[in-house]
């Protein structure tokens, strides 16, 4: 069974310094997303493309956030310089299409602890 | 903006019993999905409703959403220890693609 794919599992940091995070969607899967989830709570949406184009950004905190998909398929998370409240599980997602309700498909996840 | 609650934020039952999580959006939606989380795991689908008054079974499973479509529920009858985790609702508001996740309810099932 296809699966979405997420490299580092694991990132420790220290603050001030950058990090980036990959994911690979499930092939053919034009939505991807990227969500932050903070122990014991709800994933919450940074930011969703559909293919190459940023569809919904508005939670990504852009003085320090970057993401990327250039091609429309894998893509680039970027924190730039991390800080201590940075430290959560980054979750990669995918879905075939985006708004008429496919389920999203997550990956294991980033998990990122800042120093 | 929409904001999605579920409760209760925790429900610890014995094997064999009943459990009922609710998930309420200030916003009216277009469509409400359901995942499950285990323990150290990521979120897994379960299903998505889309009509008012809809209600959906799996197997042990009932999820309903409201009238309203502001309000959804998950049902599992006789819970098993296999049924631990976290249970998480997200809504998509009409016009937009963008789901917004709940604050979960997290199932602990003794034995």
């Known amino acids: 069974e296809a699966e979405v794919a997420q490299s580092p599992r694991y990132k420790i940091t220290e603050k001030s310094q950058a990090v980036a995070f990959w994911c690979d969607p499930i092939s053919g899967h034009a939505t991807l997303y990227w969500y932050r989830q903070i122990l014991g709570q709800g994933p919450e949406l940074l930011v969703q493309f559909q293919d190459e184009s940023v569809v919904d950004d508005s939670q990504l905190p852009k003085d320090r956030f970057s993401a990327e998909r250039l091609k429309g398929v894998d893509s680039t998370l970027k924190i730039q310089p991390a800080e201590l409240g940075d430290s959560a599980m980054y979750l990669c997602?995918?879905?075939?299409?985006?708004?008429?309700?496919?389920?999203?498909?997550f990956g294991p996840g980033t998990r990122l602890t800042v120093t | 903006g929409q904001q999605v609650m579920q409760i209760p934020q925790y429900q610890h039952v014995q094997e064999g019993e009943d459990f009922t999580t609710y998930c309420n959006s200030s916003?009216?939606?277009?469509?409400i999905q359901w995942y499950k989380q285990r323990p150290g795991g990521h979120p897994v689908f379960l299903i998505q409703l889309v009509k008012s008054g809809e209600v959906k079974k799996q197997k042990r499973l009932t999820f309903q959403f409201g009238e309203a479509k502001k309000n959804s529920s998950l049902h599992i009858t006789a819970t098993q220890t296999t049924d631990v985790g976290t249970y998480f609702c997200a809504g998509r508001g009409s016009g937009t693609y963008k789901y917004i996740f709940g604050t979960g309810t997290r199932l602990k099932v003794l034995a």
């Open positions: 916003t009216t939606l277009s469509n």
């Open positions: 997602a995918s879905s075939s299409s985006p708004g008429t309700g496919y389920e999203q498909y």
